[in-house]
């Protein structure tokens, strides 16, 4: 995780690095830091803090007392060592001339500061950035990028290293492996960052480094070199975010804001993709003769796009009527997966950079599966290797709980279902139309769900300070219900769990008792009567039902729930993009009223790049 951002140009440094942190923020905010060289004076100032980034803003006067016009940032998520002013970034040299900022973990850290300590280092941080700071220093010998060189031949691990050296005033040296890190080209000013929103203000103009590439970064230009240090040129891209999308634009929060673009962002994914009754999935590089030699689909993902992933369980084998599995990330690294040439393996993430995913989609290929990504961040290190990427289009997500990328992961997800049926022939000409049709109809059934959110208010009112709320449903419900739980759990610190329903008998109704809150999923119709059974269970043992379902079933289950909100009907298999929308929103009120930190929950962090 962590955050990094770099300037080199005629302006001051200090604000525009503060500003560039404000939009990595997301990224961990445990402390904050600067290392901005002054050619007046001759001196690198490091100025850091534990907390958020508005204390090292404040004690610096929002950038206005370091001067100098080449610098770097970092807002850290700690790893190791606990968040303090001692371990925050940027991290010094001995001399204090080299400044390192780091996102990543260096895993030989330890072996290698016993190197150093022997040869008589001493060391101020428990950081395993420190050691970078120290072995460059130890390699320098007048040349930055070839101390930087050496130094990467000698540590291992994961980064994204910003670095600047009193001695080589004009330039930033940048380096990354398995770390994101992003080069932007303005005009007399150049720049780093570990994600495109923290620069978007300044350019537009931005290429991608990637593993074992290093760059020099002066006022006048970007120079890149390969793992061997030979200069190599890269493609410079034109990103389109608007720079507003990552402002709050008037919404208290992130997430709130986020919520409410989830009918645009789906117009956005779908709309382009949707031409003369076809999917149409341009520079779709995966040919008929490869979809049809495919034995197996295998979603492999984390978190929020773990649960897209169980949800594409269910369409993509009733459309394809292939098997699919689902992995977790992490789990899959570790478990010597049948994969192999009849595999396609589908990783899906929002940013694009979780280690773990990375790290499994690179095994999933090694076994000989083809990889198709599902992501948001255009260029990121999931996009880039996968065999095939379709993005999302949902523009920039900054806060930690995820909500229009989900949506929009889901719908791609629809989209990819549909367009392989077409291939493969194996959807009914009328069911294909259905679902197209209902795809279209998405974007204004889910404004109608966001008008009704008074009633989810109300309902978190009654509810917020529970202890421990479970999540009920079955088949798409149940998968829901994780996303529900998970959605609840992360913002608002309350204890919660979801479970198949038909599970409850097995164990966990034993925790059912007087006022207990259940939040029972019972959307598809298929299963409705199953799913009453099982809430008037609960009941039967005090527990308060919160049901969600659609329009059609409102009266009747009102009869036996203590509340239900219902969401406009639609096709099964478009079902959850709408009915996660109630359950995104009541998590946010829940944890509005309660005072958490909705955008940037405790020991979060948006973009998950350690193991
Ligand atoms: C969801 O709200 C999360 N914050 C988290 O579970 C997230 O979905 C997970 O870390 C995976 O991230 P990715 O989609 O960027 O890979």
């Known amino acids: 995780m962590c955050g990094i951002v770099g300037y080199v140009g005629s302006e001051q440094a200090a604000p525009?690095?503060?500003?560039?942190?404000?939009?990595?923020e997301y990224r961990g905010y445990d402390s904050a830091g600067v290392a901005v060289y002054d050619g007046e004076t001759g001196r690198l100032t490091v100025r850091k803090s534990k907390g958020r980034l508005k204390v090292l803003s404040d004690m610096l006067d929002g950038g206005a007392s370091v001067a100098?016009?080449?610098?770097?940032?970092?807002?850290?998520?700690?790893?190791?060592?606990?968040?303090?002013?001692?371990?925050?970034?940027?991290q010094l040299s001995r001399s204090g001339r080299i400044a390192v900022v780091h996102n990543g973990i260096i895993e030989n850290y330890a072996e290698l500061k016993a190197y150093l300590q022997e040869q008589g280092i001493p060391f101020t941080s428990e950081t395993d950035t420190e050691v970078v700071a120290q072995l460059i220093e130890h390699f320098y010998e007048g040349d930055?990028?070839?101390?930087?060189?050496?130094?990467?031949?000698?540590?291992?691990?994961a980064y994204a290293l910003g670095i600047v050296c009193a001695d080589a005033p004009d330039e930033i040296v940048a380096v990354r492996k398995d770390s994101p890190l992003i080069l932007g080209y303005g005009e007399g000013c150049s720049f780093l960052a570990s994600d495109v929103t923290a620069i978007l203000r300044h350019t537009r103009r931005v290429s991608y480094l990637d593993d074992g590439e290093a760059a020099v970064l002066t006022r006048d230009g970007i120079q890149c070199y390969n793992h061997l240090m030979q200069p190599i040129e890269k493609e410079i891209c034109h990103v389109d975010w608007e720079v507003d999308a990552a402002e709050k634009g008037g919404y208290e929060h992130f997430m709130f804001k986020e919520i409410m673009e989830q009918p645009e962002a789906l117009r956005r994914c779908v709309l382009p993709r949707i031409r003369n009754g076809e999917v149409v999935l341009e520079d779709f590089r995966l040919d008929g003769e490869y979809l049809r030699s495919v034995r197996k689909l295998y979603i492999i993902a984390c978190g929020s796009s773990y649960h897209v992933g169980m949800l594409g369980k269910y369409s993509l084998e009733r459309i394809l009527r292939l098997p699919v599995e689902v992995s977790l990330a992490s789990e899959f690294r570790y478990m010597d997966p049948i994969v192999d040439e009849g595999t396609l393996a589908i990783v899906i993430s929002q940013s694009g950079e979780t280690l773990d995913t990375l790290a499994a989609m690179r095994e999933a290929k090694r076994l000989g599966a083809k990889t198709l990504s599902i992501v948001n961040v255009v260029g990121s290190s999931i996009a880039r290797e996968s065999d095939q990427v379709i993005y999302t289009w949902a523009g920039p997500e900054i806060a930690v709980a995820t909500t229009k990328a989900f949506t929009t992961q889901l719908a791609v997800v629809t989209l990819l279902g549909l367009y392989l049926a077409r291939r493969l022939g194996t959807m009914e000409e009328t069911e294909y139309k259905s679902v197209l049709e209902e795809l279209l109809a998405l974007p204004e059934k889910m404004e109608a769900v966001l008008a009704n959110r008074d009633g989810l208010q109300y309902y978190a009112s009654q509810y917020f300070n529970h202890d421990s709320v479970f999540f009920i449903g079955r088949n798409i419900d149940y998968a829901m219900g994780m996303e529900g739980s998970l959605k609840l759990k992360e913002i608002s610190y309350i204890h919660s769990e979801a479970y198949a329903s038909g599970e409850l008998k097995h164990g966990t109704i034993s925790l059912i008792e007087d006022g207990t809150l259940v939040v029972a999923l019972c959307t598809y119709h298929k299963l409705f009567d199953k799913a009453m059974s099982n809430i008037v269970e609960v009941k039967a043992r005090g527990g308060d039902v919160l049901a969600l379902t659609t329009e059609g079933k409102r009266e009747e289950l009102?009869?036996?729930?203590?509340?239900?909100?219902?969401?406009?009907?639609?096709?099964?298999?478009l079902l959850p993009c709408l009915g996660t929308v109630p359950l995104q929103l009541f998590a946010y009120y829940v944890a509005l009223m309660r005072g958490c930190d909705i955008d940037k929950p405790r020991n979060l962090a948006k973009s998950v790049t350690v193991e």
Do not use: M, Y
């Open 558 to 573: 009102g009869k036996t729930a203590n509340g239900v909100f219902a969401i406009p009907e639609a096709h099964p298999l």
């Open 16 to 24: 525009i690095l503060l500003e560039g942190l404000s939009k990595l």
């Open 68 to 90: 100098g016009r080449i610098g770097v940032g970092h807002t850290r998520w700690a790893t190791h060592g606990a968040p303090s002013d001692v371990n925050s970034h940027p």
């Open 144 to 157: 930055l990028l070839q101390a930087v060189g050496r130094c990467l031949r000698r540590i291992e691990g």
